[in-house]
């Protein structure tokens, strides 16, 4: 079972299995991830940045002391190259602005991801600070979907979920402001789960992202990683500005026992801003309906009187004030100025238009938004989960994006996200499920949100809906040697 191939079919707790148990050492299950992402990212594009002796490192001073107790112990793990930072490791955000600019100073959640045993081996690729549901940033060149090289792998989290698709890593970081696990996971056939706001640490550099719409987590091959990871870093840091509901018990244990009662699901397939939504996309969600009525579940089809394509500009309003208040904190860590030639068009935009926003246009915006999530939390409270499409569309060709003015690329990915955005506004969890494939072979995910602090009924549904359609043995062609 310590093949190349093999290991790329094992998720992360499978992996660590082999560490725990004697069948291979730690230092062999991370040379062997090594060995793939040289074999195949050359395909992919999804990497940023490699330390593969960073990780080794890491593995190397650990050995002296092992700590099995820990199940991820060993396991081979990506950063995404937005958000977080490793102390010593080359922070992009995907712009020529921060090329070769290293961080002194480590995240939080950096920590917990060493100390729950995750090996950090490199960075993958993002959409320039984030901006786009793709990942093709100029600075570094476009992550490619690993179902197809033509398609985007989406974003901004596409590297990462390109790199666990194609088996180079079981589970990577990702973080999530209005879609960013989730599309990608959609249109890459892997898990994605946005958990409750400040389920997880921002700091110490940061408290607060976008009055509260990004949150950080991974994408995965399997329920039951994304739920250990979780259990490994979940919980406020000291002088959190605030924090999610506390949880008993373990996520983890929650996937293994599945929902232990009927849930009642609601779900919809209204269209977007554009007024269409894809077939393939209406096939998923309904094809997810049956097999939850299958699995004994209320399904009923209900939406709530909140869309998305109403909300938009607020929206932006707080978007343009992160990205600018990102590149400006950036500006600041790295000694740096800001200048034009070196940002993408749209991210200069969003700089600019986040500059000339007045503090009363942007509470006016939040206002805005915290009106809109108080009746979609309304909503949700007869519900156990609403099921729904993650994006519009399946994953669309590469440079779709691109063309226009800044603001008709902007409403391009905003009417693309479709309603993923509507989980930030209220900080409800939500998952893509990767549950269905197009006759040509494509991925297309399907949207489940929950209530507000209830990770733990996700987690038991997806399990659930893993194990009567399994999806981890999938391998996209590109990936094969």
């Given at each position: 079972?310590?093949?190349?191939?093999?290991?790329?079919?094992?998720?992360?707790?499978?992996?660590?299995?082999?560490?725990?148990?004697?069948?291979?050492?730690?230092?062999?299950?991370?040379s062997?991830?090594?060995?793939?992402?040289?074999?195949?990212?050359?395909?992919?594009?999804?990497?940023?940045v490699?330390?593969?002796?960073?990780?080794?490192?890491?593995?190397?001073?650990?050995?002296?002391?092992?700590?099995y107790?820990?199940?991820?112990?060993?396991?081979?793990?990506?950063?995404?190259?937005?958000?977080?930072?490793?102390?010593?490791?080359?922070?992009?955000?995907?712009?020529?602005?921060?090329?070769?600019?290293?961080?002194?100073?480590?995240?939080?959640?950096?920590?917990?991801?060493?100390?729950?045993?995750?090996?950090?081996?490199?960075?993958?690729?993002?959409?320039?600070?984030?901006?786009?549901?793709?990942?093709?940033?100029?600075a570094?060149?476009?992550?490619?979907?690993?179902?197809?090289?033509?398609?985007?792998?989406?974003?901004?989290?596409?590297?990462?979920?390109?790199?666990?698709?194609?088996?180079?890593?079981?589970?990577?970081?990702?973080?999530?402001?209005?879609?960013?696990?989730?599309?990608?996971?959609?249109?890459?056939?892997?898990?994605g789960?946005k958990?409750?706001?400040?389920?997880?640490?921002?700091?110490?550099?940061?408290?607060?992202?976008?009055?509260?719409?990004?949150?950080?987590?991974?994408?995965?091959?399997?329920?039951?990683?994304?739920?250990?990871?979780?259990?490994?870093?979940?919980?406020?840091?000291?002088?959190?500005?605030?924090?999610?509901?506390?949880?008993?018990?373990?996520?983890?244990?929650?996937?293994?026992?599945?929902?232990?009662?009927?849930?009642?699901?609601?779900?919809?397939?209204?269209?977007?801003?554009?007024?269409?939504?894809?077939?393939?996309?209406?096939?998923?969600?309904?094809?997810?309906?049956?097999?939850?009525e299958?699995?004994?579940?209320?399904?009923?089809?209900?939406?709530?009187?909140?869309?998305?394509?109403?909300?938009?500009?607020?929206?932006?309003?707080?978007?343009?004030?992160?990205?600018?208040?990102?590149i400006?904190?950036?500006a600041?860590?790295?000694?740096?100025?800001?200048?034009?030639?070196?940002?993408?068009?749209?991210?200069?935009?969003?700089?600019?238009?986040?500059?000339?926003?007045?503090?009363?246009?942007?509470?006016?915006?939040?206002?805005?938004?915290?009106?809109a999530?108080?009746?979609?939390?309304?909503?949700?409270?007869?519900?156990?989960?609403?099921?729904?499409p993650?994006?519009?569309?399946?994953?669309?060709?590469?440079?779709?994006?691109e063309?226009?003015?800044?603001?008709?690329q902007?409403?391009?990915?905003?009417?693309?996200?479709?309603?993923?955005?509507?989980?930030?506004?209220t900080?409800?969890?939500?998952?893509?499920?990767?549950?269905?494939?197009?006759?040509?072979?494509?991925?297309?995910?399907?949207?489940?949100?929950?209530?507000?602090?209830?990770?733990?009924?996700?987690?038991?549904?997806?399990?659930?809906?893993?194990?009567?359609?399994?999806?981890?043995?999938?391998?996209?062609?590109?990936?094969?040697?």
């Open positions: 079972m310590s093949s190349l191939e093999d290991l790329r079919g094992l998720d992360g707790l499978a992996q660590a299995e082999l560490v725990r148990t004697g069948e291979l050492t730690e230092a062999e299950l991370l062997a991830a090594v060995e793939r992402i040289e074999k195949f990212d050359g395909r992919l594009g999804s990497i940023a490699t330390s593969f002796d960073y990780g080794l490192s890491s593995a190397r001073q650990a050995a002296s002391a092992p700590s107790a820990t199940p991820l112990y060993g396991v081979p793990f990506l950063l995404k190259d937005l958000g977080p930072t490793a102390a010593g490791l080359e922070a992009t955000m995907g712009s020529r602005f921060l090329r070769g600019f290293v961080p002194s100073q480590g995240s939080e959640l950096v920590t917990r991801f060493e100390a729950a045993g995750l090996r950090i081996l490199g960075k993958t690729r993002t959409a320039e600070f984030g901006v786009l549901p793709t990942t093709e940033p100029h570094q060149g476009p992550t490619v979907n690993p179902w197809d090289p033509r398609l985007s792998a989406g974003g901004s989290s596409g590297g990462a979920a390109a790199a666990v698709a194609a088996g180079l890593v079981p589970v990577a970081h990702a973080n999530d402001a209005g879609g960013s696990i989730r599309i990608p996971a959609s249109n890459c056939g892997v898990f789960l958990p409750t706001r400040a389920r997880t640490p921002l700091g110490p550099a940061v408290g607060d992202l976008m009055s509260g719409l990004a949150c950080e987590h991974v994408v995965s091959r399997s329920v039951r990683d994304s739920a250990a990871v979780l259990d490994a870093v979940a919980g406020p840091a000291p002088g959190d500005p605030y924090g999610a509901p506390p949880v008993t018990g373990s996520f983890r244990r929650s996937a293994e026992e599945g929902p232990g009662r009927r849930l009642r699901l609601a779900f919809t397939t209204r269209p977007g801003a554009s007024g269409r939504l894809d077939p393939a996309c209406e096939a998923a969600v309904l094809d997810a309906v049956a097999l939850c299958e699995l004994g579940h209320e399904v009923v089809e209900a939406a709530p009187d909140v869309a998305f394509a109403d909300l938009v500009d607020p929206f932006l309003v707080l978007w343009a004030a992160g990205v600018s208040s990102a400006s904190s950036y600041q860590l790295s000694g740096r100025t800001p200048e034009e030639p070196l940002f993408e068009e749209l991210t200069w935009d969003l700089y600019e238009r986040g500059r000339s926003l007045s503090a009363a246009d942007y509470l006016l915006a939040v206002g805005t938004l915290q009106r999530a108080r009746r979609l939390a309304v909503f949700q409270l007869d519900y156990d989960a609403l099921l729904g993650v994006t519009a569309a399946p994953a669309p060709p590469l440079g779709y994006f063309g226009g003015t800044p603001r008709q902007i409403l391009r990915g905003a009417d693309f996200a479709h309603e993923t955005p509507l989980a930030n506004l900080g409800q969890p939500a998952m893509s499920v990767p549950l269905h494939w197009t006759e040509a072979g494509i991925p297309v995910g399907v949207h489940v949100t929950g209530r507000y602090g209830e990770e733990a009924t996700l987690f038991a549904l997806a399990a659930q809906l893993e194990k009567a359609r399994p999806w981890a043995h999938r391998l996209p062609d590109l990936a094969h040697p």
